[in-house]
């Protein structure tokens, strides 16, 4: 049975609302301002919120807020309730994530009408998710468990040789054994995060509401933080006098959270490094204009035809066996799924054996000075 929780401060309101949606077979409970609203919903955790916007202690708008930053019930459907007609007050509740509002006094019909549409849309959007979860399913039976098996087979055999040494092992052998395992280790580690990502994103384009609220992220001076991260990731792989660094951009904030962003340029820079050689550039540029910031990261590597490129989807590894990739091969399109969320660009342009080049560009946030 479908709940629904109904803040408002005039008892009418609450008294009729809830008989009418208990007659239509919902589960209803109420409260008369919004700190009790929360309460409220914390504990009864309902599938639909109907709130008022003005209200003692806590409004509607504060209810709001404090609903979409909470991780369990950030996607519950929310819809105002409002004595007032005016434009403003619409815009201003949709603008903060509302789904939907009812104008005071409502009449049975278009209670239950707004109530039925939201659960409807709710259903669609799980349809959607379930489904999408089942393609994830369907790619990673495959591509999975064969990674993981490589990976523990790596720490097993080092575990076992460490072992069997034991009683005479010198400390560079024990050095060398360690730093395999823990390099084993690491490799499932990223496997396995990169893998939660990937059907973290999936989820999220299945629904819209989400999708909107990853928006709200900022990422403050991403010039400053893109450069530092490269950097590192650069002196990681002990090819810091490979890379270069062009362009500067200061004063903005881009329409995305620093760990979303800054998994985008690990996983480019990740492939950048891993299939060019030591000693070719790596040219990282930044630019910015009135709407966009812009990275392209373009290495000298290997390269990938047409053909690849237009089929980059997720685990798949091109010319596995000639060039013993490692991996799932989760980092371009996670990359890619993580712009388009956050309605940004990118692109590819790469030909084989002379290099790939990469181009990202994310909103800039107009709310930032």
Do not use: W
Request: overall charge negative; proline content about 3%; aromatic content about 8%.
């Amino acid at each position: 049975m479908k709940k629904v929780a109904v803040i408002d401060d005039q008892d009418y309101i609450l008294e009729s609302t809830q008989l009418l949606l208990e007659f239509e077979g919902y589960t209803v409970r109420t409260a008369s301002n919004g700190k009790k609203g929360i309460e409220l919903i914390e504990e009864f955790l309902p599938d639909l919120i109907l709130c008022d916007i003005s209200m003692p202690e806590m409004d509607g708008y504060g209810v709001l807020t404090y609903i979409r930053s909470h991780s369990t019930l950030s996607s519950t459907p929310f819809v105002f309730l409002t004595a007032r007609a005016e434009r403003s007050d619409m815009r201003a509740g949709m603008g903060k994530g509302a789904d939907d509002y009812l104008i005071k006094p409502y009449t049975r019909d278009e209670l239950i009408a707004v109530v039925a549409i939201q659960f409807e849309k709710r259903e669609r959007i799980e349809q959607k998710m379930t489904e999408r979860a089942g393609e994830v399913a369907r790619n990673v039976t495959y591509a999975l468990p064969h990674e993981f098996r490589i990976v523990l087979n790596q720490v097993m055999g080092s575990a076992k040789y460490l072992k069997s040494i034991a009683a005479v092992a010198t400390e560079p052998q024990i050095i060398e054994m360690t730093d395999d395992i823990l390099s084993s280790s690491q490799r499932l580690f990223r496997i396995t995060e990169n893998f939660l990502t990937y059907v973290q994103i999936e989820s999220f384009k299945a629904d819209p509401e989400m999708h909107k609220r990853m928006r709200a992220f900022r990422t403050v001076e991403p010039g400053a933080t893109m450069y530092d991260l490269v950097m590192a990731k650069a002196m990681k792989f002990a090819r810091a006098e490979d890379l270069s660094i062009k362009g500067e951009v200061e004063g903005i904030a881009i329409e995305i959270s620093t760990e979303n962003f800054n998994k985008v340029l690990e996983e480019l820079m990740d492939n950048a490094l891993r299939f060019s050689e030591n000693g070719t550039p790596i040219v990282v540029s930044m630019s910015a204009n009135a709407k966009f910031f812009t990275v392209e990261i373009k290495d000298y590597g290997r390269g990938m035809s047409a053909d690849q490129i237009a089929n980059i989807g997720a685990y798949t590894q091109f010319n596995r066996m000639i060039h013993e990739q490692q991996g799932v091969g989760l980092g371009l399109i996670i990359s890619k799924r993580i712009i388009e969320l956050h309605d940004g660009d990118f692109s590819i342009e790469s030909h084989e054996g002379k290099g790939t080049t990469v181009t990202f560009s994310l909103p800039i946030a107009s709310d930032y000075y």
